[in-house]
T-cell receptor, first 114, second 118 residues
Framework: AQKVTQAQTEISVVEKEDVTLDCVYE???????LFWYKQPPSGELVFLIR??????QNEISGRYSWNFQKSTSSFNFTITASQVVDSAVYFC???????????FGAGTRLFVKA | GAGVSQSPSNKVTEKGKDVELRCDPI?????LYWYRQRLGQGLEFLIY????????KSGLPSDRFSAERTGESVSTLTIQRTQQEDSAVYLC????????????????FGPGTRLTVL
């Protein structure tokens, strides 16, 4: 079965703190894709990053970084020096070749206070 | 270019009425998805269209839900005899690519239709 677990329902931090959002996935497929999406208060989901199962390199984009570890089936997302504009719900998602569904986690709501 | 658009943005209806929700995908996107998002919850997959192939309807919660798409254009999601538990935001997304490659492509989401069933 395919499953994505985001155990943190809500996280609250103060601006400039670093914060890590956890994502654990389950799949029996050897080829799959992992995604992070951001849903700001305006409501529209925005794509942040994709990783395929054969590429375990970590990625950094500005204040955002992602840590993909197949050994622990995790794809964690870290925001460095958080800002109020980072306040949103963040979704981790999984898709796989041969299937058309994308399985979304329940989301983590991040509050960044000034 | 234009993103995914959905209409109406808000819909209030009475229990038992039928509603129709519309999605205009990004031009050239062959894949189209419908999701349901209940308040404070994640995205629940409803249905997937890919070009002229048979849609994947495995996420539709009951036979009161149906969806259509003509070719690679507009899609409509219809809910018949609405119930209060149907109240949610209905999100549409589109993406490039077809078949097995669909799973690789990121999805572009519309703003959603907030449905309230009284």
């Amino acid at each position: 079965a395919q499953k994505v677990t985001q155990a943190q329902t809500e996280i609250s931090v103060v601006e400039k703190e670093d914060v890590t959002l956890d994502c654990v996935y389950e799949t029996r497929d050897t080829t799959y894709y992992l995604f992070w999406y951001k849903q700001p208060p305006s409501g529209e989901l925005v794509f942040l990053i994709r990783r395929n199962s054969f590429d375990e390199q970590n990625e950094i984009s500005g204040r955002y970084s992602w840590n993909f570890q197949k050994s622990t089936s995790s794809f964690n997302f870290t925001i460095t020096a958080s800002q109020v504009v980072d306040s949103a719900v963040y979704f981790c998602a999984l898709s796989y070749t041969g299937g058309f569904k994308t399985i979304f986690g329940a989301g983590t709501r991040l509050f960044v206070k000034a | 270019g234009a993103g995914v658009s959905q209409s109406p943005s808000n819909k209030v209806t009475e229990k038992g009425k039928d509603v129709e929700l519309r999605c205009d995908p990004i031009s050239g996107h062959t894949a189209l998805y419908w999701y349901r998002q209940r308040l404070g919850q994640g995205l629940e997959f409803l249905i997937y269209f890919q070009g002229n192939s048979a849609p994947d309807k495995s996420g539709l919660p009951s036979d009161r839900f149906s969806a259509e798409r003509t070719g690679e254009s507009v899609s409509t999601l219809t809910i018949q005899r609405t119930q209060q538990e149907d109240s949610a935001v209905y999100l549409c997304a589109s993406s490039l690519g077809g078949g097995r490659r669909s799973s690789y492509n990121e999805q572009f989401f519309g703003p959603g239709t907030r449905l309230t069933v009284l």
